[in-house]
């Protein structure tokens, strides 16, 4: 059986073009340019000359459009076909007009805030006409006047906003995948922008620009080099006076830092993109508590033996405090004072250790890249200097290679390094 199809179409009587954010009665441009206008919201808004865009431009965002004529008794036909491709089980036809809707101004301004959907939005224009108003990948304005007979699909997660033109009529067709959900999110909300929907759109239709929390060189977190006295291990150990070590040190030797404030509802928002960047697909909770883990200070010694591991260690501090002790380039201690609301990732093949701090509490998220591997190497076991994973590290982070003379494969590397010469 053959299956009908009704391709988007790339071409047509659509017309859109660079929104121009000016008061169309004096011609002058808003302090607040790129993201609305003081002035009536239903007027053309185009540049002198117009900058026209493309229906193939609006693909490229995700924008999809058929021209479908109503004036065709068989035009349902089509729409039943676009239905059926694309899986849209439910419908409603909606009348805009502002001689029949209370609070039509209101309304109106209501409409044109700038939002994202979690499901896509379609809309059959049957009669009137409309402006939709997509982001571009630069973050500007396009207004796309919808009229009789146009399908206009817009991606989940795309910011958009909508007004009716200076017509203020429109009659629509609203079509869904499933029961009608009409959640605008707002812009303006804190966590939007890192809706899972608006991030999946980014990496579909914006790879290059694919949302990021880039790891911080500043930041709440303190880092000293360690003062190796008789102390117990839960101490300062600081020199006199303290030997700071900042954020940017640390980056040089592999470590990243994250400060996402766990008083935020919406920090677990930001902890989703991290993971979604990296990788990391699996996570448990650790309570490591002076008064509920038995063998508490034993247990703690063994935490503090300096091991490396053959993936990443990635903690996310939700309450309490600790320190990981990580080496330099110098082979020396650095202590990192963490605390609730700091994520730091130390890379496979860096000697470390860790201990709480005198408070003897310490809850953590941690993150895994694949099932959990729990594995530390000791240093003091003979074959740990030659691990593939520890040479890589310091190939990568020391500026050192392992020397590859009479060595039969790399899983027999005894750790003879030389070190890189840049030009």
């Known amino acids: 059986m053959t299956i009908l199809t ?3 179409q790339l071409s047509g009587p659509l017309q859109a073009w660079r929104f121009n954010p000016t ?9 607040a340019a790129l993201y609305s206008t003081r002035c009536d919201q239903r007027e053309l808004h185009q540049f002198v000359p117009n900058k026209p865009v493309s229906i193939n431009e609006l693909a490229k965002l995700g924008v999809l459009y058929w021209n479908i004529d109503v004036s065709n008794p068989a035009y349902l036909e089509k729409v039943e076909t676009v239905c059926a491709e694309r899986s849209y089980k439910n419908r409603d036809v909606i009348n805009i007009r502002k001689d029949t809707l ?3 101004d209101q309304k109106i301004k209501t409409f044109f ?7 896509e939005e379609i809309r ?3 009669e009137g006409s409309g402006y939709f108003d997509v982001r571009d990948s630069n973050d500007e304005w396009i207004r796309v006047a919808a009229k009789a007979s146009d399908m206009i699909i817009l991606p989940a997660g795309m910011y958009h906003r909508f007004t009716l033109d200076s017509n203020n009529f429109i009659k629509a067709m609203r079509l869904f995948k499933e029961d009608p ?3 605008p999110l707002n812009r303006e909300l804190p966590t939007t922008n890192a809706n899972k929907f608006r991030l999946d759109y980014i990496k579909q239709f914006y790879p290059r620009k694919a949302a990021t929390i880039l790891p911080q060189l500043t930041g709440p977190v303190v880092a000293w080099r360690f003062n190796p006295t008789d102390e117990d291990q839960r101490e300062l150990h600081q020199f006199s006076p303290n030997e700071l070590v900042s954020l940017e040190e640390l980056a040089k030797i592999g470590v990243l830092y994250w400060n996402i404030d766990v008083n935020d509802p919406s920090y677990i928002d930001k902890v989703e993109t991290i993971c979604s960047e990296r990788e990391y697909k699996n996570r448990d909770v650790i309570n490591i508590r002076k008064d509920t883990l038995p063998n508490y200070e034993q247990k703690l010694k063994t935490f503090f033996e300096e091991h490396m591991h053959e993936d990443e260690e990635i903690r996310f501090i939700l309450d309490g405090s600790g320190y990981f002790d990580v080496r330099d380039k110098k082979d020396s201690w650095v202590r990192i004072a963490c605390k609730a609301s700091d994520m730091i990732i130390l890379p496979a093949g860096m000697y470390h250790r860790f201990t709480l701090d005198m408070n003897n509490y310490l809850k953590a998220m941690r993150l895994f890249k694949e099932d959990p591997k729990w594995t530390p190497l000791n240093r003091e076991t003979p074959d740990t200097d030659s691990n593939k994973f520890r040479l890589q590290y310091l190939q990568e982070f020391h500026g050192v290679v392992p020397n590859l003379n009479k060595r039969s494969s790399e899983d027999d590397l005894d750790g003879s390094a030389t070190k890189i010469t840049k030009s």
Not at 113 to 119: K, V
């Open 6 to 8: 009704l391709p988007s």
């Open 102 to 104: 209370p609070n039509y």
């Open 23 to 31: 008061d169309e009665a004096s011609k002058t441009i808003h302090p």
């Open 124 to 126: 059959f224009i049957l």
């Open 181 to 183: 959900m009409w959640t």
């Open 113 to 119: 805030e700038e939002h994202i959907h979690e499901d």
